[in-house]
Each structure stands twice: as structure tokens, then as C-alpha cells.
């Protein structure tokens, strides 16, 4: 059974840094891109970065590039997302997601639970 397990998320200081990683098992999510969305009390899910299996390629949404950078270790069948100058407008639950290399979330067909990230202004 394919399953993904987000860690690192946690409470930090405006201006701070937080490391998430996803966990894949299950299955070889080496050819698939993998994303990280996130979603906040009351919002919709919000795409945040996606990298193709390659790593040739990534994208970020508007709101985090210059200041988060997804990237990923195959051999780990990890994904990380490296989350630097921290807003109080960062705080979510993000999500890890393996699928298509894409923006839209409908693209993405396995999801991890989820790990809370709070930033403190």
C-alpha cells in the first residue's frame, strides 16, 4: 500500500526556517513528480512547490519562490521542502503529494496526512 508521511512541521519565530520531509513507501514513487501543498483554517488547498522525478524541474507558487526549495533523494524515496524566511501567512497544514507535475492539486493521486506548520509573528 502507497503511503506518504510528512514530519518536521512545528511552531517557529517569523523570519525562521523549518525543514519538512516526506516519507513514500509502498511503491516506487521515483517516477512520479511530487508536491507539496498546503492549506490553511477556512482556505482551500494551495499548491506550494512541485519537482519532477528527474529533479530537473521544479516549480514554486508566487507566494513562497526565493523562499522555500523543494528537492528530493530518490535512493531515499524522500521529498524535503526547505522552508526559509517564514510569514505568519506560512501557517497551514501542508501536504505531501505524489502524481503529475502539476499546480492542480486533482493531479495528484497519493497524499500524505498532513503536519501542522505555525508561524508566530
Known amino acids: 500500500q502507497a503511503q506518504l508521511v510528512e514530519s518536521g512541521g512545528g511552531l517557529v519565530q517569523a523570519g525562521g526556517s523549518l525543514r519538512l520531509s516526506c516519507a513514500a513507501s509502498?511503491?516506487?514513487?521515483?517516477?512520479?513528480?511530487m508536491g507539496w501543498f498546503r492549506q490553511a483554517p477556512g482556505k482551500g488547498r494551495e499548491f506550494v512547490a512541485a519537482i519532477l522525478w528527474s529533479a530537473s524541474n521544479t516549480m514554486y507558487s508566487d507566494s513562497v519562490k526565493g523562499r522555500f526549495t523543494i528537492s528530493r533523494d530518490n535512493a531515499r524515496n524522500t521529498v524535503y521542502l526547505q522552508m526559509n524566511s517564514l510569514k505568519p501567512e506560512d501557517t497551514a497544514v501542508y501536504y505531501c503529494?505524489?502524481?503529475?507535475?502539476?499546480?492542480?492539486?486533482?493531479?495528484?493521486?497519493?497524499w500524505g496526512q498532513g503536519t501542522q506548520v505555525t508561524v508566530s509573528s
Open positions: 509502498g511503491r516506487t514513487f521515483s517516477s512520479l513528480a
Open positions: 503529494a505524489a502524481g503529475r507535475f502539476s499546480r492542480t492539486w486533482s493531479e495528484y493521486d497519493y
